[in-house]
């Protein structure tokens, strides 16, 4: 029994999807499948029943799970011992909007494993973020989206998707509805900020408009958030898109803020590092410590 196949064992658990699993793991599906099938013909028991259209555990493996878990568990603590003993003094971060308290829960994880690392947060547009990292004046950053090539020089870890939602004014009619399709904001002008500042998030909304079937009508750039939420609350009626973390903690009775119907729009969000560099484990776990608190309950647990 190998410690990687507990690995692959208990994110197929956890995810009851092999492709989720292996993306979380930053694994192919064949080779997680793979540990799996290994660790059962070991265990002589099958731990998935596995069918075209779930995956669930079986009773063997619904009881093998606590005993993975805390192996993994002792294994986790033993590397974040490790990981101490050659702790920066400093963890330069670069970090991104709409966070909201996701990202006081990584610090405080972070600062629990390895308590007096001072760590010195930078917000900057993702160019200007990436192009720190790569020459050293950063140690981590956050990205969203797939960023441009940086000449091999980057490695990003994949940690969580965020949502976007729309945001659009309190006094408009598809603001008395529960959710909205993208089509229905086809007449209204679209903030959105530059795209060198974001041609992730520019990218997704722009391409997501078109395969809904009409071209955005762009409206006056955007600025802060907090300044586009104050025009599209006051001015002639715009629509934008804002992350559903940053949406919950707005309160405002000029906008509204509505989940999208069709089609669902999220960017994956990364750890970006330096090839070549320590990986920041303790900052990774962090994040995927929180990750996995903050992911929606499977539907076998509803």
Known sequence: MELRQLHCFVAVAEELHFGRAAERLLLGQPAVSQQVRRL????KVELFDRSPRHVRLTPSGERFLPAARAVLDAERSARALAATLTAPDRLRLGTVTGLGTRLDRILDAYERHAPGVEVELCALPAAERLARLADGRLDAAFVRGVPPEQDGELRLLALWEDEL???LPARHPLAEQDAIDLADLAALPLRLTERRNHP???DLV???????????VPGPASGTLQDTLAAIGSGPATWTVVYTENARRT???RVAFR?????RLALPTSLAVRRGAPLPRLLLSACRQDRAQSAPPSKKSL
Not at 40 to 43: G, I, S
Request: charged residues 25%; contains cysteine.
């Open 165 to 167: 939602t729309v945001a």
């Open 200 to 202: 992730a998030l520019v």
């Open 251 to 253: 309160v405002s009775g």
């Open 40 to 43: 059962e013909r070991e265990l």
């Open 259 to 263: 989940p999208l119907r069709t089609p």
């Open 206 to 216: 722009t391409a997501a408009c078109r395969e809904a079937g009409f071209e955005p």
